[in-house]
């Protein structure tokens, strides 16, 4: 069974930084792109990032381009969204989610997701 | 960056209806457009994926359709827990990757 679990999430200040984590099992993980995507309260889903497989490339939505940074450690099943210079515009539900294929770009199992609060 | 619109905001309707969504993109995005459902405090699941094709696990009473820039997701005969809010998503022309805005489907 795949799962995917969220960790990390919180109250920041403006300015701050966070990382968040996300947890896979179930699936070969390394052979799959991993993605974030978010949604402010009340809003719709924004995408955040996406890497492959392998790690080797990784694109990001204009809003979060040089503030945040997505990883992942094949070894150890994670995948992480490093946040800096967060802004009140960042407070969501960070959701990962796993792309049906190693680079398809819709995602076939979600997380339940992290909240984050941006506030001072 | 392709934007989708999703139409009605808002559908009202009575389990046994029939649901008709749409989702139009501002440039064509070929036949790459999935369909997620969103329950409140849950994540979305993905219904179907390149306009027509059924996610593992998803009942047969939803369809998808369309190609280009118009799309329709149906769902046959509205079942309880079939409502929910509904999110299109392209992966045509990316980054970035992009959704509609939602439809809310609530019960009549």
Do not use: H
């Not at chain 1, 069974?1 to 179930?26: D, I, K, N, T, Y």
């Not at chain 1, 210079?85 to 819709?106: G, I, M, P």
């Amino acid at each position: 069974e795949v799962q995917l679990l969220e960790s990390g999430g919180g109250l920041v200040q403006p300015g701050g930084s966070l990382r968040l984590s996300c947890a896979a099992s179930g699936f070969s993980f390394s052979s799959y792109a991993m993605t974030w995507v978010r949604q402010a309260p009340g809003k719709g889903l924004e995408w955040v990032s996406i890497i492959t497989g392998s790690g080797g490339s990784t694109y990001y939505a204009d809003s979060v381009k040089g503030r945040f940074t997505i990883s992942r450690d094949n070894s150890q099943n994670m995948l992480y969204l490093q946040m800096n210079s967060l802004r009140a515009e960042d407070t969501a539900v960070y959701f990962c989610a796993k792309d049906r294929a190693n680079w398809n770009a819709d995602f076939d199992y979600w997380g339940r997701g992290t909240l984050v609060a941006v506030s001072s | 960056e392709i934007v989708l619109t999703q139409s009605p905001a808002t559908l009202s309707l009575s389990p046994g209806e029939r649901a008709t969504l749409s989702c139009r993109a501002s440039q064509s995005v070929s036949s790459y457009l999935a369909w997620y459902q969103q329950k409140p405090g849950q994540a979305p699941r993905l219904l179907i994926y390149d306009v027509s094709n059924r996610a593992t696990g998803i009942p047969a009473r939803f369809s998808g359709s369309g190609s280009g820039t118009d799309f329709t997701l149906t769902i046959s005969s509205l079942e309880p827990e079939d409502f929910a809010v509904y999110y299109c998503q392209q992966r045509s022309n990316w980054p970035p990757i992009t959704f509609g805005q939602g439809t809310r489907l609530e019960i009549k």
